[in-house]
Each structure stands twice: as C-alpha cells, then as structure tokens.
C-alpha cells in the first residue's frame, strides 16, 4: 500500500474544477517533484495534501487512514514563508516543537530547536525577527520550523520561486542533504523543471488548469549525488528535460488546438497628422468600415 | 519652504501667537464679554502657579481638578477597553454575531455622550450620591467603545490566512491560536482604536462633568461660567486641549512600539 495516497482527487471553488480526478501514490521515503504552470493548481493540491482545504471528490490517504484535516505529521513549507511577523527565529521553531512534543523537557526542546536551526546554518539569526532576515534566510527557517515538527511528509510549496538564483542553488543543495540525512517522504511543487530533475526521484507534471490533472509520472535515473554543472551535460539529464517540459508544451498545445475562432478586424487608416484641417470629415459610420477576415487555427 | 534653525520650535509659536492676537483683537473690539490675553493670565495665575492647592470643593489647582479628570476617564477608559475588545474580537470571529449585532453598533455609534448621561444617571439612581460618578463612567465606557470595537474587528478580519493556516497545522488550541496568532497579529489595529478612544473619552470626561458637577476641568469650567469669571473658562479650554494632545501623543508612541514590532 503507498504511503501517500490520492485518489479521485477533485476540487472547486465554486467555479469549473480546479483540480479533477487526481491520482497520486507516494512510497516512503520518496522525493516527488509535481510541475506545473502558475496558475495551474499546485498550491490547491498541497493544501489538500496539508489537510487545509477538503476534496470535493475522492480521498487522501496517509499511511493508509483519510486526511480529515491539517496536522503537524505533515510540514508544509508554505510559498511565502509564513513566518510570524512578532516572533523570532527562535521562537518561531520553537512554536512549532511546543505543539508537536509537549512532554519535552525544557532543556530537550531547546537543543530540539537549536539542532534545526544549526541544520539550516541560521544559528547566528536565532534571535532575529523575520523582517531582519533576507527572503532565503526567511525560507530556510520556515524549512527548520517543517523539519523540526518530525514530520512524516514534509510538503514543499514552491518554495525557492521567490529568491534569487544563487540563492535558490544554495537552498536546493540544502533540501537535498537534509532529505538525504533524513530519508523524509517529500512532496515538492515547482515551476522549475530543471529543480526537479536536480532533487526529485520521479517528476509528475500537472496539466494546466482550470480542471488540471497529473500527467504521466517521470522516473528521474540520475545518480545521487547530483552535481549541478556536471548535469547540464549529462545526456541523461537532457532527454528527461526535453521528455518533462515536452509534457508540460504538450498540453498547452493540445488545449491551443481546440481554440479557433473567427476574428472581424475593422479595416482603419491611421488619421493622416499632417494632412491640412481645412475640411473636417464626417466619421466612419459602422457599415461603411471595411472588414477582414482572419481565421485563427493552430 | 526653506529650513531654518529651530523651525520645529519658532513656527508653532508663531501659529500660537496668531491666534492669541485674533483673540486679543476680538476682546477689544467686538466681544467686549471675552476677557483679554492679559486679563485672563492675571485671574488664572493662582490656580496655575499653585496648580496642586486646594482652597475649597470647587476651587483647586488646574493640575489637581485635570487629575480628578484624568482618574475618571481611566477608570472608564479601562472599561471600554475590558468591553469593547471582546465584543470586536467576537464581530471580526464570528459572521452569524456580526449580522446579529452590527446594526445595533451603528446606530448606537454615533449616539451623542450628551444623550448617553442623563440615561447613565437614571440607571446608578439607586446609588445616590455616587450616581453622577457611575452615570459618567458609563457613558465614558460607552461612548469610547466604538472605535476599539470596530478596529479590533477589522484587525481581527484581516490575519492573513498564512499565519491561521500556520496554526492549523501545528494544530493550535483555540487558546492558543488567540493568544499566539490573533491577538499580535491584531494588535496594530487594536491600538489605532485604542488611542481614538482615548481621544473621545477625554471628549466625553468635559461633558460628563458639566453635566454632574462633578470637581474636575469640566465641572470647573462650567462653574466659572455660571460664576461669570470667563477668563477660566479659557483656561479650561487650554488645559483641556493640551491634556488631550499630551494623551494622544503618548498613545501614538506605545502604537508606534507595536506596529513596528
């Protein structure tokens, strides 16, 4: 039985379907990367995954039981952070270790805390506000605050789209040693095909929506550890980038095809500027603009 | 403009003296019943040289009937604020209470504090002499609970759904998700209507007092008045405004302590 399980997945928000008959299987320990265009459902299917919002049709399962709700065995690294503003470093993570294990001693859960903001190098932060931090900084305390929950899945929601692509390398770098020290089952949702192929075991695109889907599962066969400049040759590593964004121009071309329609253009003469204002003309009534035709096809 | 020297400083007294030379030019003119600049220091210099004496019920130092008034409108500000936060909380919580009771906030909202009184007097009737002080405390807690209702609920309203949904997965308590996510991240706009109450319960104090009589600047002025020594009514009034300007400002810093946190 998978670990994580989707099943029939579906959600509206009162308008056409969002997301629609999602499938999903996840084995322990697995680092699947899901990616999509903005726009195209992503966060909506992490927050089902979180328990944030609720299917409107078919179950997610963990572990074999039905996500009724948010819970801390699954840590969400949300888009935007979602550090609190008043709190510190510190305290931040240490809200969060608190509420996941309450009978620690005081003593257990400082150093609890301090192992995970040493695992993100952020020690020297610890008793800073978010807004003292730099977008990278923010986001990797709002990893240590996922990771220190012990989470038994650990759901990324794009959460390097925000910084700058230095940055974005050193935090990738990080995510992957930290999964490969932990062994976590990981859910990472990205715009970035080759962040996917860099982290992930298996990429799923996910159709464009409204009404997005996940495409067929990519097994990612490259070697770990994977070093970034060594990839960028790696013949491998190119087939499966072509294979994955192929999938993703796939579906936005197959949705172009079903797009024609007839567009009437009025035939209008830019006004001539420099012709004298002697004799004013009367404006073109409606019917006595010329038209053209133009067919769009794919 | 160009800067100077010490503009912070030379401006605002030269708005001041502008306006005491309009007043100055009234009285000799046309209001011959104003007391004059001078006139008015000359009778008020006893109570504000002496500002803490107290030569009878109603004939006090400035600085001990502004305490008497100051002491009023905490104990009634206090209350607003015991009051209204909850209720705000409530309206910014809960859709089903905000229709329930929203329009009664509304209409109730603007209700003058002069109305409020005399409503405030009959219901602490039963406690005799003391009714004028609950009468005022009433209305002071009345009328300075709007705008901390209305900002808490409004504040309330608007948490960001990233910092609920953080507390949705650490599944918080609902004690906890008050005491840890909504109160500081309301606390902004808790204080914006913390120090707008601030400001109209000291509106209300004045009338409060006129009203009951009760020894204060407000009941000080109205005294005077009816004692025809106006020159302390002028007083009065600037005492008053400056009390008022002083609570605001020292308002705005603890707001300013806040937001920036």
Request: proline residues 7%; contains cysteine.
């Amino acid at each position: 039985m998978p670990f994580l399980e989707l099943s029939g997945v579906g959600k509206a928000f009162g308008g056409p379907p969002v997301l629609r008959d999602v499938n999903l299987a996840l084995e322990r320990g697995e680092f699947v990367a899901i990616v999509g265009y903005s726009g195209s459902g992503k966060t909506t299917l992490i927050s089902l995954i979180a328990g944030l919002q609720h299917p409107d049709t078919g179950t997610v399962r963990l572990d074999g039981r039905i996500v009724a709700g948010p819970g801390p065995d699954r840590g969400v690294v949300f888009q935007n952070y979602s550090l609190l503003p008043w709190l510190t470093v510190y305290e931040n993570i240490a809200l969060a270790v608190d509420q996941v294990f309450p009978d620690l001693p005081p003593a257990a859960k400082q150093a609890h805390v301090e192992k995970y903001i040493a695992m993100v190098n952020l020690a020297p932060a610890r008793d800073k506000l978010p807004r003292q931090l730099s977008g990278g900084m923010r986001q990797r305390v709002s990893v240590a605050r996922a990771l220190a929950m012990d989470p038994q899945v650990l759901l990324l929601d794009e959460p390097l789209s925000a910084l700058d692509a230095l940055t974005r390398s050193t935090l990738q770098d990080e995510i992957e040693r930290i999964w490969g020290a932990d062994k976590k089952t990981v859910v990472l949702i990205t715009n970035d095909v080759d962040e996917a192929l860099l982290l992930a075991d298996r990429i799923i695109p996910l159709t464009p929506g409204p009404g997005a889907t996940l495409g067929e599962s990519v097994p990612v066969t490259l070697a770990r550890p994977r070093d970034r400049r060594a990839l960028n040759h790696d013949p491998e590593f190119k087939r499966l980038r072509a294979l994955v964004t192929n999938q993703l121009l796939g579906y936005t071309a197959g949705r172009r095809a079903t797009v024609t329609r007839k567009l009437t253009l009025p035939d209008i003469l830019p006004e001539d500027l420099e012709a004298p204002r002697t004799s004013r003309r009367r404006p073109l009534r409606p019917q006595e603009i010329k038209k053209t035709e133009v067919i769009l096809s794919p | 403009m160009k800067k100077f020297k010490l503009d912070w400083l030379v401006l605002p007294l030269v708005g001041v003296a502008v306006i005491v030379g309009l007043w100055a030019v009234c009285s000799a003119t046309w209001a011959k019943d104003l007391p004059s600049p001078a006139k008015t220091w000359e009778s008020s210099k006893p109570y504000i040289v002496e500002p803490f004496a107290k030569r009878g019920e109603m004939d006090q130092g400035i600085l001990r009937f502004t305490w008497y008034s100051l002491v009023l409108v905490a104990q009634g500000y206090a209350l607003a604020l015991i009051v209204g936060t909850p209720i705000g909380f409530c309206l910014g919580l809960s859709k089903a209470f905000t229709k329930t009771f929203d329009p009664i906030i509304q209409i109730l909202r603007p209700v003058s504090p002069l109305a409020w009184l005399p409503l405030g007097l009959v219901l602490f009737l039963g406690t005799g002499k003391e009714a004028g002080t609950y009468g005022a405390l009433f209305t002071i807690a009345v009328c300075a609970m709007w705008p901390t209702v209305l900002n808490t609920a409004v504040g309330v309203r608007a948490v960001p759904q990233d910092y609920l949904n953080v507390g949705r997965v650490l599944k918080l308590s609902r004690w906890k998700m008050l005491t840890k996510i909504l109160i500081p991240a309301t606390l902004p706009y808790m204080f914006t209507g913390f120090r707008l109450s601030l400001g109209i319960a000291w509106l209300v104090i004045v009338a409060a007092e006129m009203l009951t009589g009760r020894p204060g600047v407000g009941g000080f002025l109205w005294q005077e008045y009816n004692a025809l020594i106006y020159e302390h009514i002028i007083l009065s009034i600037i005492v008053i405004g400056l009390v008022g300007f002083v609570l605001d400002r020292l308002m705005s810093l603890l707001e300013a302590r806040f937001k920036s946190a």
